[in-house]
């Protein structure tokens, strides 16, 4: 079993898949929309594509359950990730000249990029869930959730500093450096990890369980699991509709260079970092009002809809006076603290209805947020384009989205409001138990 230090190391892996993932989905996509005046449903096309081959992330699950060991899927799938993102670095470059075959560069590495991702980050899962005991399951889930942004952190402010003055060969060169640190550093952080692995799940082998089918009709009919489907669904399409045209928003509004707008994704992640380390410490004191992961989701969600007012306006004042940078960090600050709480309260549900259905409950809510996140993506650089090709203006377009963007927020908050009422009035039943060895197999959930 793995204690504080193997749970950091795998963190460490998480922490190198965010520092090549803000490259291949901040920096890029600005790139490919300011400096080469590209439509910005290109590279919104391109992101969600990295997300639609994420639906293999149970297949390649089952691979590494039957072949016993983490560690190669691990290394195998951040080797794949490093090498297309450079490969997504350089079809940037081609397109400048040849377009098309830029396009189909492009492609290739973002569908390479996607497999890459999806093999590492679910065998760390996987590695996480087989060897951390259960009780300090919860704490790993933010530890690496936590290193990843400092990860995404790390990458932006460094590439940030190195990529002015701009050219595309930098961008290559910056492209390249990261990849190869966060390749070798994975490297080093699973070395001699899985020294005494076993196959995992060798006891439950022979355990008759239910079909897909039968388990998910099983799942779905809980109406507190269909209505956290909607509300995350909802959350992480607001979530994921900034993400694509924050950057090129803060270069064609505020005139930022690609290194001013890479640095103000750091301050975003700052701030987002802070606020899962504020909601750990607040549950953590279990304080009356603001101790319960649910409290926080729903605080997140409504702060992070009023940031998004707030540089719906920016877009209209565009003003270089304008407190652009702080706005973004208590954006950041608001989804941090919605992310956690709605993880931590995804993890509390996770348990409820019994039959040791938790993977699938899971699997649901991830399956949402992954559709979620890349349908806002897709939508958010669709709307942009969309406003400024019926003759519309930068100006218009980014205040437009930004406040559909905030509206679907302010929805999110009511549905968790409203979820959080529904479990007040019928409280969860309690699994009573009639030994301590039936409490350790099951676990507790705090929220």
Known sequence: MFGLVGIIRLGLVQMSLGAIVVLTTSTLNRVMMVELALPAMLPGSLVGLHYAVQILRPRFGHGSDVGGRRTPWIVGGMGLFALAAILAAVSVGVMETQLWAGVALAVLAFFGIGVGVGI???????LLAAKVPEHRKGAAASIVWIMMIMGIVISAGTAGSFLDPFSI?????????VSASAFVLTCL??????K???????????????GFREAFAGVWQDPKARAFTV?????????GTQDLILEPFAGKVFGLSPGESTKLAAVQNVGALLGMIAVMLAVSARSPWLGTTRSWTVLGC?????????????????????PLRPMVFFLGLGFGTFAVGAIGWMMSLASDGGGSREGIRMGLWGGAQAVGSALGQFLGTVGVDTVRFTGGNDVTAFGLVFSAEATLFIIAAFLAARLMRSEHAAP????IVSSPAAVGATGGSAS
């Open 428 to 431: 969860r039943a309690k699994t």
């Open 120 to 126: 590492a980050g679910t065998a760390v899962l996987a």
């Open 302 to 322: 409504l702060g992070s809809g009023v940031m998004l007012v707030g540089l719906s306006l920016a877009a209209f004042v565009g003003d270089a006076s304008w």
């Open 231 to 239: 509300f995350v669904f909802i959350s992480m399409l607001a979530y």
């Open 196 to 210: 005494n692995a076993v196959v995992v799940g060798e006891r439950e082998a022979t355990a008759v369980k239910p």
């Open 189 to 194: 952080a699973v070395w001699g990890i899985e």
């Open 169 to 177: 060969g930098r961008l290559i060169v910056v492209t390249s450096a």
